[in-house]
T-cell receptor
């Protein structure tokens, strides 16, 4: 089955700096790569996703890049703010049609300091 | 409001007791999923249901059973709880039209087995 590795497990940046979280996946059939943000005690929430036919996607301060050849994808957060502090999870899915089982990375705890 | 409703939010069980976690979605989606979240291990798939009437094992199914009662509801049952099942449990369903899409998660159930 799919295996997703995520690094780093913790990341501390100063407000205004950029943060990068990297993930690798094992199943070459994977074609959907979402990122989730989870605040303390809350549910994970989708913040951005990318499909295998696209190399990069941006949404304001957040961007995701995908390298299918190398089987890795990354989350980039620019101009970080204290409210970006949370745990971030990457995931991958080879699903088509009626079921898309997501395999998650182990998470990155991002702390944005003032 | 469209989404995933999960109950209960908290539960404490004694070893050997049983309980059922309830999940309902009002998005008219076919697939539903149960994950458990443990520190440092991300979210791991317990069981999923690709459509009404079907269920399949995920990565960590031992000690659990599921029922897809109808298109809306997907329950998770612990027949004889063990301390190793202490975890936060999330139900999820795709968050938009089309099954191969990011999940909407329920609010989670924090289960402690003593």
């Amino acid at each position: 089955g799919e295996n997703v590795e995520q690094h780093p497990s913790t990341l501390s940046v100063q407000e205004g700096d950029s943060a990068v979280i990297k993930c690798t996946y094992s199943d070459s059939a994977s074609n959907y790569f979402p990122w989730y943000k989870q605040e303390l005690g809350k549910r994970p929430q989708l913040i951005i996703d990318i499909r295998s036919n696209v190399g990069e996607k941006k949404d304001q301060r957040i961007a995701v890049t995908l390298n299918k050849t190398a089987k890795h994808f990354s989350l980039h957060i620019t101009e970080t703010q204290p409210e970006d502090s949370a745990v971030y999870f990457c995931a991958a899915s080879a699903g088509t049609g009626t079921a898309s089982k997501l395999t998650f990375g182990t998470g990155t705890r991002l702390q944005v300091t003032l | 409001n469209a989404g995933v409703t999960q109950t209960p939010k908290f539960q404490v069980l004694k070893t050997g007791q049983s309980m059922t976690l309830q999940c309902a979605q009002d998005m008219n989606h076919n697939s539903m999923y149960w994950y458990r979240q443990d520190p440092g291990m991300g979210l791991r798939l317990i069981y999923y249901s690709a459509s009404e009437g079907t269920t399949d094992k995920g990565e960590v199914p031992n000690g659990y059973n599921v029922s897809r009662l109808n298109k809306r509801e997907f329950s998770l049952r612990l027949e004889s709880a063990a301390p190793s099942q202490t975890s936060v449990y999330f139900c999820a369903s795709p968050g938009a039209i089309g099954e191969n899409y990011g999940y909407t998660f329920g609010s989670g159930t924090r289960l402690t087995v003593v």
